[in-house]
């Protein structure tokens, strides 16, 4: 851990829309908008692990209220620094966990950071943390990968994603606890740098579960923003899970 602010400290704040900016592209982000400004209709949206805005300061600028959820204060910073960024609430702490005193139409979670959570405990609490936070008819949204077990031959347990002259990436699974990790090593003037990050990895029926714990119920589930249907060669798909009126 780094500090107060998790895995995602100073250090990785301050590159962090550098080294994502491909999630930063209008063709990422503006996809789903589209689709959360529609969720959320006229009521506000919680943003869990609001990071340095790269989804809420859009929505927001569509007429959405967003408040945030992040426990890194160097994220928050980011955000903070952004046109518009000051306009936006952020409540400091675990998104698991972490209560804010209002009542949300729509609550979403992106980018994998579902995984962020590393135990299946953390998971239901966040689950459950949303539905007390929702107003009956309220939405909840996660975007997360598939688990790239298929990839994996007998006796592997990493997925390379990313090879460059100057920066490799894979991640490593270990398919008994569902714990995973992301590793990065970066080559700077002939020196190796390596960061890594842990995750829990979450299939789509289990996440279904965990809705039903908290008495939510799926509503929606696609490959992607765009809406295409989610089917067993998806790599990632967009949930929707509805709080009954």
Not at 71 to 86: F, H
Request: aromatic share 10%; net charge negative; glycine share 8%.
């Amino acid at each position: 851990m780094i500090e107060d602010d998790g895995y995602f400290g100073e250090k990785i704040a301050a590159d962090y829309d550098r080294s994502a900016a491909d999630m930063f592209r209008p063709g990422v982000v503006d996809p789903a908008v589209d689709v959360l400004t529609a969720l959320a209709g006229s009521g506000p949206a919680l943003e869990l692990g609001i990071g340095t805005g790269r989804v809420a300061l859009p929505l927001a600028a569509r007429g959405v209220p967003v408040h945030g959820i992040d426990m890194s204060r160097a994220m928050v910073d980011r955000l903070r620094a952004k046109p518009g960024g000051d306009a936006i609430g952020v409540t400091i702490g675990d998104f698991a966990t972490a209560r804010v005193e209002k009542t949300f139409s729509l609550a979403y979670l992106v980018f994998n950071t579902i995984m962020n959570l590393t135990t299946q405990d953390a998971q239901v609490d966040c689950f459950r943390n949303v539905a007390a936070h929702l107003a009956p008819g309220g939405c909840f949204v996660v975007e997360v990968m598939v688990p790239e077990l298929r990839k994996l031959p007998a006796g592997q347990n990493a997925v390379p994603f990313h090879i460059s002259e100057s920066r490799w990436a894979f991640d490593a699974y270990d398919v008994a606890t569902q714990a995973m990790s992301s590793h990065y090593v970066t080559i700077t003037d002939g020196r190796a740098e390596h960061w890594s990050i842990p995750f829990r990895y979450v299939w789509p029926a289990e996440l279904d579960l965990m809705a039903r714990l908290a008495g939510l119920r799926l509503r929606d589930r696609w490959e992607d923003w765009t809406r295409e249907p989610f089917t067993s060669e998806s790599g990632k798909h967009v949930s929707v899970w509805e709080k009954p009126r």
